[in-house]
């Protein structure tokens, strides 16, 4: 279900750090991923999809992993810089219903 | 190209008064389309969706409605606001019939004082 509730996990990462958020998702018939990128203020921008037959897909200087065995999602963001952060959601979609993880707030410290 | 517009980009609200939050979609057709609020530091809770012109399905009980009075206009309303109503509105659409992203609105900061 989605965590509303609860405060997002946060990560802190140093500028030139590669960066790994998890999500974990709740339906194994979901067949679509997408990891989404939400600044301050503003609504939530699109950064990479995955289907659920495929277990990587790379993006520039993004990479999503997905582990459908333990419904195990993960963005990787290499070399970190300072407009990377924000706060990153996970969605899955199942026959038109999709759902949005807690989201993690990624901090970078130059 | 598609682009989704939300007004007003903010607003601030005496307890009691009604809301009209408007959300308009251009470049596409027959869009499903969704409202969300997001408190402070919080994930993003689904409040209404509609599928259709009139079609509209909440999630959650409240205060709130939503109306869909054409193709690409999504509203969402309130004859009374109450402070908990307060936050971060956001309104996305999604492609119909299959496995597509969706996309966000700029989104609405309201603030019932």
């Known amino acids: 279900g989605e965590s509303v509730g609860l405060h997002l996990p946060t990560l802190s990462v140093q500028e030139g750090d590669n960066s790994i958020i998890n999500c974990a998702y709740s339906n194994s018939a979901s067949d679509y991923f997408i990891w989404y990128k939400q600044e301050s203020g503003k609504g939530p921008q699109f950064i990479i999809d995955?289907?659920?037959?495929?277990d990587k897909r790379q993006g520039q200087r993004v990479t999503v992993l997905l582990n459908k065995t333990v419904k195990h999602l993960s963005l990787q963001i290499a070399a970190t810089q300072p407009g990377d952060s924000a706060v990153y959601f996970c969605a899955e979609l199942n026959n038109n219903d999709m759902r949005f993880g807690a989201g993690t707030r990624l901090t970078v410290k130059p | 190209s598609q682009t989704i517009h939300q007004w007003p980009a903010t607003l601030v609200q005496p307890v009691g008064s009604p809301l009209s939050l408007e959300c308009t979609v251009e470049g596409t057709s027959n869009p499903n389309l969704y409202w969300y609020r997001q408190a402070a530091g919080r994930g993003l809770q689904l409040l209404f969706y509609?599928?259709?012109?009139?079609?509209i399905s909440s999630e959650v009980p409240q205060n709130l409605s939503a109306s869909r009075p054409q193709d690409r206009q999504f509203i969402l309303s309130s004859k009374k606001l109450l402070l908990s109503d307060s936050g971060f509105y956001l309104c996305?659409?999604?492609?119909?019939?299959?496995?597509?992203?969706?996309?966000f609105g700029p989104g609405t900061r309201l603030t019932v004082l």
């Open positions: 509609s599928v259709g012109i009139g079609q």
């Open positions: 996305a659409w999604r492609r119909s019939g299959g496995n597509y992203e969706q996309f």
């Open positions: 995955i289907r659920s037959n495929m």
